[in-house]
Structures are given as structure tokens and as C-alpha cells.
């Protein structure tokens, strides 16, 4: 089994990235004391090596303040363990939500285009709300949250007159700077569209719904079926549309980030609540098809969550949970789980790309998923 490792890394910064520090590698010790592999004191001694927690604009579900409010959250385990400082701490993110909740809405009614930064799981509003629907549903920030999502999903027109999605950013995707000139609307969970409708889902599947909550829901799966591509080898999404259109869609890697497992169960979790049975049956033969595809399967390099067999097995698993047949999904996983531990453990330490979020996707390889770290991947 691949366990984590402490990072050489000590800068605050790194301390408390959740996707890369020592603050993610917590969510491992939070798991083990759970199930009794390991001492809540391992927990307290990786928390406290933390440092004083950044609270500003670059602070996230990734970063700072909210990182730690989530870890915290997973360490509680509905006792009162950490009561106080998870107090402090929900202040905390009301009072930052409260503020990014203002500068999106003045950049919307100013006609300027979004960026990941402001929306997406990693660093914007969805990490924001995955977070606050466990620790405050009912707040008037995570209603706040839901009703700039459901703001974000309208068409806007931009200078040259063309309509395009709210989340149409005008940069391009980091992993190809020249591949969209002009900027592009994003189709993945890290990054695009599919973290917004997941949160809404989840949202909605928990009783916590806005004005227009259901018809944003509508419109993303809308304009996930104008993109959607089908042929023999199955059902499969473009990691983005441009000016020049939806990007090609081959067969990819099937990873958490970009891949069809996760938008297949962010639709399957759309169609739970809109009750859209056709779209169910098509997000998870979706996912079928890429598990039975041996040459999208190889080209997933690595144990990591983000886009290794780890995410994979992780996002499964959930998708079982609510499938029509779950067997078509359970049956499955003693075969990923067997490519998991062939392929190459990741040189790295953190949660999101390394041994951390390796070793939690392993931890439940061919049982029901325990725990709940993965509602940071909106899994659940």
C-alpha cells in the first residue's frame, strides 16, 4: 500500500495546500484513526504543524482557512471534537464567501469574462459551496453560492456581439496555452462546467435549492449534450469548446479531471434529481463503455487521484452507488484495482497527483467507499 510521506516542503503556502501539503496528507491520518489503523493523535500532530492560516483572496477549498475547515470537518466525524476551532473557522469562510460572492457578481454586471479562479473546484465558488453544504447548508452563503452558479449558467453576450456560455473564460486551459484563442467554455470537473452542476445536484439531492436552481442544472446538461460525442466506441465529452468549436473528443484518459468518469457522474447525479431516467441510462453506459476499453484504460500512467487510477476507482464507486444494476460497476472494480497496483506510484506526496490520495483510494479498493474526504473531488 502506498502511504504518505512528510513534504521537504516547508513554506506556509505548502503547509496548507490540501492538493499538495501536509494538510492534505492529514485526510490520510483523519481515515486511519476512523478506522482504527491509526491515533487521532497523529491527526492533532499533523494539524498543528500547520501554521497560522492564510485568509485572503488566493485562500480556497485548496488553500488556507477553508482547507483546514474541511480537514477539520473530516477529523470531527460528527463529535465535537475541534467544536472551537471549527466555529472560528465557518466565520471565517462565511466572511470570505461573502466577499467573493461580491466580486463575481460585480464582474458579471460589469460584462467581463469569468476565469477559473473565481468559479471552479480547485480555487473558486464550487470548492467554496462543496464545502459550506457540509458545514453550513443552510446558510445564507452557500443560497449565495448557488445563486451566482445559477447567474453563471446564463448565456452572455460578449463585445463582438456572440453569444457564449457565463463560464466562457478568456484564457486559455493551462495544459495548452495556444489551443484556444479567444478563450473557451470548459467541460471538466476540476476546472469547467461539470463542478458547477455536480454542487448544484448535490445541492438540490440535499434539500438546498434556489430560484432557478433546476433549469441551470437544464441548461449545463444542455450544452453538454450539444458537445457530446458518440460513435461505436462509446459516449465521451471535449475537454472544452472554443471559437473554433467543441475540441475533438477521442478516446482519452479517462481521469477525474477532464475524463468521462466524472462527468458521467456528475450527469448521473443531475439526472437523479431532475428525475431524467434517459440521461442516467446515458451517463452510465458512458462510463461503461470507457471501462471496457482497454486502450482508454492505458493511457492512465499512475496510482494519483486527479488523473490516475486512483480518481478512477474513487469516482466507480460512487457512480455504483446510485446505478440502475451497481453489479455492471462493482464487478469492475477488482480489475482496476489490479491495474492500480501495477501502475506507477506517484513520486509525489500530496493528495491530489501523489501517494496521499493513492493510499485513500486504496484504502476501500473492493469494499462500499468509507468516508467522505472525496466530496473535495464532488463525488459526493
Same mark, same amino acid.
Given at each position: 500500500?502506498?502511504?504518505?510521506?512528510?513534504?521537504?516542503?516547508?513554506?506556509?503556502?505548502?503547509?496548507?495546500?490540501?492538493?499538495?501539503?501536509?494538510?492534505?496528507?492529514?485526510?490520510?491520518?483523519?481515515?486511519?484513526?476512523?478506522?482504527?489503523?491509526?491515533?487521532?493523535?497523529?491527526?492533532?500532530?499533523?494539524?498543528?504543524?500547520?501554521?497560522?492560516?492564510?485568509?485572503?483572496?488566493?485562500?480556497?477549498?485548496?488553500?488556507?482557512?477553508?482547507?483546514?475547515?474541511?480537514?477539520?470537518?473530516?477529523?470531527?466525524?460528527?463529535?465535537?471534537?475541534?467544536?472551537?476551532?471549527?466555529?472560528?473557522?465557518?466565520?471565517?469562510?462565511?466572511?470570505?464567501?461573502?466577499?467573493?460572492?461580491?466580486?463575481?457578481?460585480?464582474?458579471?454586471?460589469?460584462?467581463?469574462?469569468?476565469?477559473?479562479?473565481?468559479?471552479?473546484?480547485?480555487?473558486?465558488?464550487?470548492?467554496?459551496?462543496?464545502?459550506?453544504?457540509?458545514?453550513?447548508?443552510?446558510?445564507?452563503?452557500?443560497?449565495?453560492?448557488?445563486?451566482?452558479?445559477?447567474?453563471?449558467?446564463?448565456?452572455?453576450? +460578449?463585445?463582438? #456581439?456572440?453569444?457564449? &456560455?457565463? *463560464?466562457?473564460?478568456?484564457?486559455? /486551459? =493551462?495544459?495548452?496555452?495556444? %489551443? @484556444? !484563442?479567444?478563450?473557451?467554455?470548459?467541460?471538466?470537473?476540476?476546472?469547467?462546467?461539470?463542478?458547477?452542476?455536480?454542487?448544484?445536484?448535490?445541492?438540490?439531492?440535499?434539500?438546498?435549492?434556489?430560484?432557478?436552481?433546476?433549469?441551470?442544472?437544464?441548461?449545463?446538461?444542455?450544452?453538454?449534450?450539444?458537445?457530446?460525442?458518440? +460513435?461505436?466506441? #462509446?459516449?465521451?465529452? &471535449?475537454? *472544452?469548446?472554443?471559437?473554433?468549436? /467543441? =475540441?475533438?473528443?477521442?478516446? %482519452? @484518459? !479517462?481521469?477525474?479531471?477532464?475524463?468521462?468518469?466524472?462527468?458521467?457522474?456528475?450527469?448521473?447525479?443531475?439526472?437523479?434529481?431532475?428525475?431524467?431516467?434517459?440521461?442516467?441510462?446515458?451517463?452510465?453506459?458512458?462510463?461503461?463503455?470507457?471501462?471496457?476499453?482497454?486502450?482508454?484504460?492505458?493511457?492512465?500512467?499512475?496510482?494519483?487521484?486527479?488523473?490516475?487510477?486512483?480518481?478512477?476507482?474513487?469516482?466507480?464507486?460512487?457512480? =455504483?452507488?446510485?446505478?440502475?444494476?451497481?453489479?455492471?460497476?462493482?464487478?469492475?472494480?477488482?480489475?482496476?484495482?489490479?491495474?492500480?497496483?501495477?501502475?506507477?506510484?506517484?513520486?509525489?506526496?500530496?493528495?491530489?497527483?501523489?501517494?496521499?490520495?493513492?493510499?485513500?483510494?486504496?484504502?476501500?479498493?473492493?469494499?462500499?467507499?468509507?468516508?467522505?474526504?472525496?466530496?473535495?473531488?464532488?463525488?459526493?
Amino acid at each position: 500500500m502506498t502511504t504518505a510521506l512528510h513534504t521537504t516542503d516547508t513554506s506556509l503556502p505548502s503547509r496548507q495546500s490540501l492538493a499538495h501539503g501536509p494538510l492534505g496528507a492529514a485526510l490520510l491520518h483523519v481515515e486511519r484513526a476512523r478506522r482504527r489503523t491509526g491515533d487521532w493523535q497523529d491527526v492533532h500532530r499533523a494539524l498543528s504543524e500547520i501554521g497560522p492560516l492564510i485568509d485572503g483572496e488566493d485562500s480556497n477549498l485548496y488553500l488556507g482557512a477553508p482547507a483546514m475547515a474541511f480537514v477539520l470537518h473530516l477529523a470531527a466525524d460528527g463529535t465535537d471534537r475541534y467544536a472551537g476551532a471549527l466555529h472560528t473557522l465557518d466565520n471565517i469562510v462565511a466572511t470570505h464567501t461573502r466577499r467573493r460572492l461580491t466580486a463575481a457578481h460585480a464582474r458579471i454586471d460589469a460584462g467581463r469574462r469569468t476565469a477559473f479562479a473565481e468559479y471552479d473546484v480547485f480555487r473558486g465558488l464550487t470548492g467554496i459551496g462543496a464545502l459550506l453544504l457540509r458545514r453550513q447548508p443552510q446558510g445564507p452563503e452557500m443560497k449565495g453560492v448557488l445563486e451566482y452558479l445559477v447567474r453563471l449558467t446564463k448565456l452572455v453576450t +460578449d463585445p463582438a #456581439g456572440e453569444k457564449r &456560455p457565463g *463560464w466562457w473564460v478568456g484564457h486559455a /486551459p =493551462a495544459s495548452d496555452t495556444a %489551443a @484556444t !484563442p479567444g478563450g473557451h467554455a470548459n467541460a471538466g470537473i476540476a476546472h469547467g462546467i461539470t463542478g458547477p452542476l455536480a454542487l448544484l445536484a448535490l445541492a438540490m439531492r440535499a434539500g438546498v435549492t434556489v430560484d432557478g436552481h433546476e433549469e441551470a442544472i437544464r441548461r449545463i446538461c444542455r450544452w453538454l449534450d450539444q458537445i457530446r460525442q458518440s +460513435d461505436h466506441r #462509446g459516449t465521451r465529452w &471535449p475537454r *472544452w469548446s472554443s471559437n473554433r468549436g /467543441p =475540441a475533438l473528443a477521442l478516446p %482519452a @484518459t !479517462p481521469s477525474w479531471c477532464y475524463g468521462t468518469p466524472s462527468l458521467a457522474r456528475a450527469q448521473q447525479l443531475a439526472a437523479i434529481v431532475l428525475r431524467d431516467d434517459e440521461r442516467k441510462r446515458m451517463a452510465e453506459r458512458a462510463l461503461l463503455h470507457c471501462l471496457s476499453d482497454p486502450h482508454q484504460l492505458d493511457q492512465i500512467a499512475d496510482r494519483g487521484l486527479c488523473h490516475g487510477f486512483g480518481g478512477l476507482l474513487r469516482t466507480v464507486q460512487r457512480v =455504483a452507488e446510485d446505478a440502475d444494476v451497481p453489479a455492471l460497476f462493482t464487478n469492475r472494480l477488482g480489475r482496476i484495482t489490479d491495474r492500480f497496483l501495477t501502475a506507477e506510484a506517484p513520486e509525489k506526496t500530496g493528495f491530489l497527483v501523489g501517494k496521499t490520495g493513492a493510499a485513500l483510494a486504496l484504502l476501500d479498493a473492493e469494499t462500499q467507499p468509507q468516508g467522505q474526504w472525496d466530496v473535495c473531488l464532488l463525488l459526493t
